[in-house]
C-alpha cells in the first residue's frame, strides 16, 4: 500500500466537503483525475474509502481510519518544512559554547541579549571551561564557538578579537592596600584569599606555584558579586575581571588595584575549527560577537 502526499490531501479534501467533485475543485484537481485517484487508492488499501449517497459521500471506517492518520501525516509534514526552512535561514537551534570565567561571568552575556532578542528560536549551550580544554574541545568539534584568552595555544584553530580582560586586586576599605593604586601578585599571593569557583582560580593557583606559593583560598564562592561581598567585609582578598569589579563596586564599598603582571592583562578572543563549516545561525553568533570587539 502506497499513498503519496497528494492523494492524502485529496482524500481529506473530499471528506471534508463531503463531496467528490467540491473535493476535486479544492484539490486543483478535475473531477475525472480525482475519480481515478480515488479509485487507485481503493485498490491499493483492499478496502472501500467512501459510501456514495444522493447527498454525496462519507467515509466508511476504514476511511475514517485513514482521515485521521492523513491528518496526523500531513500536520507533522508541515511541520516539519517550517522547522527546515527557519534552519535554512538560521534562525532555530542550539548553539554550544564555551567560554573562560572572564567571559562567561559577564562580557558574553551582556552581548548576547540582543542577538537572541533577534532569534528567539535559539538556544545557546553556554559552559565555563579552562582556556586550553575549550581550545581542545572546539579543536575537536565539541563546541562551535570558544571564548579563551590569547594565552592559550590556539594553534591548527581560527580566532577573532574579542575583548581586553584586565585583572584586578579588591580588598575592602580598611586594608592596609586600600590607598594604593597597583600590587604585583607575588605581594597578596600569601594572604588569606575568596576564591571564586570557576577556571579564573585554577590560572590564579598555577600562578602561585610559579612564585613558591601554594594558594589557599578561605571560601570558593561562584559569583564575583559574591566573592566582593565577602571581600568588603573584610574576611580577606580577592583577584576578579576589571568589568566585575566595577560592577560589584556599585553595591558594595571596595577598593581595586590593578595587578602588574603580564600575565594579569589577557587578550580574549574567539576561536572556532573552521568558520566555513559553521551552521548558518551559529557563524551569525560569531560575527555578532566579533563585531562588538572591546577596543580598550
Known sequence: ??????????????????????????????????????????????????????????????????AHHARLVLRQVGAMQAELSDHARGFRGSVR????????????????????????????????????EIVKAVAAGLAEIGIVSDAA?????????????????VVAREHPLAGARRVAYAEVAGEPMIGFDGALQAQL??????????????????????????????AGIGIMPEF??????RSVSLSCLRLTDQWATRRLVLCTAERTRLEP???????????AVDPA
Do not use: C, W, Y
Open 244 to 249: 566585575a569589579a566595577r560592577q560589584a563596586r
Open 153 to 169: 595555544d590556539t594553534s591548527g584553530i581560527e580566532t577573532l578579537p574579542f575583548a581586553t580582560d584586565r585583572l584586578v586586586l
Open 281 to 291: 545561525l551559529a557563524l551569525s553568533l560569531l560575527q555578532h560577537l566579533a563585531s
Open 97 to 132: 559554547v564555551l567560554a573562560n570565567s572572564a567571559a562567561a561571568a559577564g562580557l558574553l552575556p551582556e552581548r548576547l541579549g540582543a542577538f537572541m532578542a533577534r532569534h528567539p528560536g535559539m538556544d545557546v549551550d553556554l559552559a565555563e571551561r579552562p582556556s586550553p
Open 205 to 234: 593557583r598555577d600562578q602561585a606555584e610559579h612564585i613558591g606559593i601554594r594558594l589557599r583560598p578561605r571560601v570558593l564562592l561562584r559569583t564575583f558579586d559574591s566573592v566582593a561581598r565577602v571581600v568588603a567585609d573584610g
Open 1 to 66: 500500500m502506497r499513498f503519496d502526499l497528494p492523494d492524502l490531501r485529496l482524500f481529506l479534501a473530499i471528506v471534508d466537503a463531503g463531496s467528490i467533485t467540491h473535493g476535486a475543485s479544492a484539490a486543483n484537481l478535475s473531477l475525472a483525475a480525482a475519480s481515478e485517484r480515488l479509485r487507485d487508492m481503493e485498490i491499493a488499501s483492499g478496502v472501500s474509502l467512501l459510501l456514495r449517497n444522493r447527498r454525496g459521500v462519507v467515509p466508511t471506517r476504514a476511511g475514517d481510519t485513514l
